[in-house]
């Protein structure tokens, strides 16, 4: 519970430990969310890297699948990166949101007090579902991910170090996409 500090007169900074349950399992799924979140960047610049030397920047309409060979090669289509690019983006949020839920719900309830509305009210759910993304939000700032590494122990540095990766990729394939489209259309 957030008090007022009597010598400042302001209201003390949250703890990341607020934004985590107490379950390693929560920690992990977050840090598994986080980098699937995290390789977004890197599998739209692949797939755009892949549309560009393959040539099928032309032909980008939709297709159908007839048979099962047609959907082996749809499956190794450069456009299937930019569409596994969208699904770990959407994904990975939402999850996340329904991850944040419980939280969300005992947050709720705690700032409530003794002031109960009836759960079938619009005003709890839309309060509900606005704390939830904010604290899907809260729990991606580096100070809360850090804890959740601390908290799943040895596998936290290889989180730590996958997750510089690929920012590092997504940063590094941007340019290279850039100069192959400029190059190919030039």
Known sequence: MLTVDPGTGKAPLPEPAMALRHTTGD????????????????????GLIAIVLTGTFDDLEAT???????????????????????????GSGWLAILLAYPLARRVQRHAEGERRRHWWRASVWSDRWALARALRDWRWTSPVLALARQRVGRAGRPVLVTGVVL????????????????????
């Open 27 to 46: 920690a992990g799924a977050l840090l598994g969310l986080w980098l699937v979140r995290r390789a977004f960047w890197a599998l739209l610049w692949l």
């Open 64 to 90: 159908t699948v007839t048979t099962e060979i047609e959907f082996g090669s749809l499956a190794l289509a450069p456009r299937m990166l930019l569409v596994l690019a969208a699904a770990t983006r959407l």
């Open 167 to 186: 920012r590092a990729a997504g940063i590094l394939l941007f340019p290279t996409m850039f100069a192959l489209l400029v190059t190919r259309l030039g």
